[in-house]
């Protein structure tokens, strides 16, 4: 990721534009995704994890 300094502008003023286009392109997400490896059947688990806890978080919004 870079940015490219404009004429005239402050350190301040880069170091925003910087840490908002690393924002926007979703990249620390991913580098602590990574920080650790996390093997497939690993991974696997803690998707099925995750659509229990959506679909049963659904289910109370529901009434259900």
Excluded: C, D, Y
């Amino acid at each position: 990721m870079s940015v490219e300094l404009r004429s005239g502008e402050s350190q301040e003023s880069i170091l925003k534009r910087f840490r908002k286009a690393v924002a926007e392109a979703r990249i620390l997400p991913i580098v602590r995704q990574k920080r650790w490896f996390t093997s497939k059947s690993e991974v696997k688990r803690i998707k099925r994890q995750k659509a229990i806890r959506k679909s049963q978080r659904v289910n109370v919004r529901r009434g259900g």
